[in-house]
């Protein structure tokens, strides 16, 4: 059980927070929207897993699985790609650009100024432009928002990741403003 009251104590996560307070769920959903579906070069399957992986290491475990999930819609891949973005990306092949992205990502959970030049440098090596980092320390840094938003209120969420394909198909193919 949450924290605070919400309207329905049946919807997991940050769907229960949404529906609790529509006026702070608007911007909160167009905010997911551009930086997961908006233009990018990034793929959307890209920045799932950018903010699948910073929702890993916040320890939130709804957000992880749910865009872990639109991740493995986005790639039509299997369900198995959830447990891999919490290793490390072992068994699924990725972009050695994703991988520094991924590793900035990563520093921007832990603070801020963990980024440093070279972190940079070497994402611009494997091909990043300025506007993918820019957009991967945004993603990185709304995740973590998002991730305190969920876990300080005390939402609940399910424990399997199967649970989560549907709602990651309605992300990945529907958006975030159809909340």
């Not at 605070?4 to 769920?25: C, V």
């Not at 990306?89 to 990725?94: G, H, I, M, P, S």
């Not at 994703?98 to 611009?124: C, F, P, S």
């Amino acid at each position: 059980m949450a924290h605070i009251r919400l309207n329905n104590e049946e919807l997991p996560g940050i769907i229960g927070l949404m529906d609790y307070n529509r006026h702070t769920a608007k911007p909160l959903n167009e905010l997911a929207e551009v930086l997961l579906r908006g233009d990018s070069t990034l793929s959307s399957a890209e920045r799932e897993i950018i903010a699948s992986s910073v929702s890993y290491k916040n320890n939130c475990h709804f957000c992880h699985t749910s865009h872990g999930a639109a991740a493995v819609a986005h790639m039509n891949a299997s369900a198995d790609l959830i447990d891999d973005i919490k290793a490390g990306l072992q068994n699924y092949e990725v972009s050695a650009k994703l991988r520094a992205l991924l590793n900035i990502a990563h520093k921007v959970q832990q603070g801020g100024k963990y980024v440093l030049a070279e972190d940079i440098d070497a994402a611009r090596a494997e091909g990043a432009t300025d506007l993918e980092i820019h957009d991967t320390v945004l993603i990185a840094a709304a995740f973590c928002m998002y991730n305190r938003y969920v876990d300080g209120l005390g939402t609940w969420a399910p424990q399997p990741k199967e649970a989560y394909l549907e709602v990651g198909k309605k992300l990945a193919y529907e958006g975030y403003t159809s909340f």
